[in-house]
């Protein structure tokens, strides 16, 4: 079972850094796509940070240039640096894993394996 479980959030003043965390239990997530979306009050889901076990990375242009995303297999870790915050970016952040395989279709909040989520709140 992929259990993933974010950490790192906080609170951060408008042009920030912040670096969320995501432990993933289970051993076959390496060879699977993960991200991370996020969601404000009143707003949809947004992905935003997609890794492809090529190493292959992909962002919308709401954050594109100040997040990136990672993973350290020796680790089971996945990690969102996000650079640059704007207020808008406040939400609350989760971590997913996708274990079938094309996962290129399919919306990173719908990935099969979801964290619990950390709130990242940005003032100005």
């Known amino acids: 079972q992929v259990e993933p479980v974010e950490s790192g959030g906080g609170s951060v003043q408008a042009g920030g850094s912040l670096r969320l965390s995501c432990a993933v239990s289970?051993?076959?997530?390496?060879?699977?796509?993960v991200g991370w979306f996020r969601q404000a009050p009143g707003n949809e889901r947004e992905g935003v940070a997609r890794?492809?076990?090529?190493?292959?990375?992909s962002y919308p242009m709401s954050v594109k240039g100040r997040f990136t995303i990672s993973r350290d297999n020796d680790k089971n870790m996945i990690y969102l640096q996000m650079n640059s915050l704007f207020p808008e970016d406040t939400a609350t952040y989760y971590c997913?894993?996708?274990?079938?395989?094309?996962?290129?279709?399919?919306?990173?909040?719908?990935?099969?394996?979801r964290g619990q989520g950390t709130q990242v709140t940005v003032s100005l």
């Open positions: 289970g051993s076959t997530y390496k060879r699977n796509c």
């Open positions: 997913a894993v996708h274990t079938d395989d094309p996962c290129a279709t399919v919306e990173i909040y719908e990935f099969q394996h």
């Open positions: 890794l492809y076990p090529s190493g292959v990375t």
